[in-house]
């Protein structure tokens, strides 16, 4: 079983930034393909990024695609999200998730993934 403890949200202004990560327990990290998610109030849970397990292959969501990066040091068994250029739309909880997977893969739907944190909140003042 994977844990995974989300940390770096907060409240920032539009146009700030900020960095989540998203620390794994266990020794299998690089096991697992990474994603990130978020949930806006009332909305249903979307897909943000995601990353393969070396790290070698990303994928975006179209609304941050230039603005956020995802990365991953497998020696630290931590996920980032470095999130640029905030805007008001992108305030929600933001989850990272884990999936087992063949080298190489990663997955942008929520039931793809196995485990997941408990959130942080971002919320992005206009």
């Known amino acids: 079983q994977v844990q995974l403890v989300e940390s770096g949200g907060g409240l920032v202004q539009t146009g700030g930034s900020l960095r989540l990560s998203c620390a794994a327990s266990?020794?299998?990290?690089?096991?697992?393909?990474m994603g990130w998610f978020r949930q806006a109030p009332g909305k249903e849970r979307e897909f943000v990024a995601a990353i393969t397990r070396s790290g070698g292959s990303t994928d975006y969501a179209d609304s941050v695609k230039g603005r956020f990066t995802i990365s991953r040091d497998n020696a630290k068994n931590t996920v980032y999200l470095q999130m640029n250029s905030l805007k008001p739309e992108d305030t929600a909880v933001y989850y990272c998730?884990?999936?087992?997977?063949?080298?190489?893969?990663?997955?942008?739907?929520?039931?793809?993934?196995?485990?997941w944190g408990q959130g942080t909140q971002v919320t992005v003042s206009s």
């Open positions: 998730a884990s999936a087992r997977g063949p080298s190489g893969t990663y997955y942008t739907s929520s039931n793809q993934y196995d485990y």
């Open positions: 266990g020794r299998t990290f690089s096991s697992y393909s």
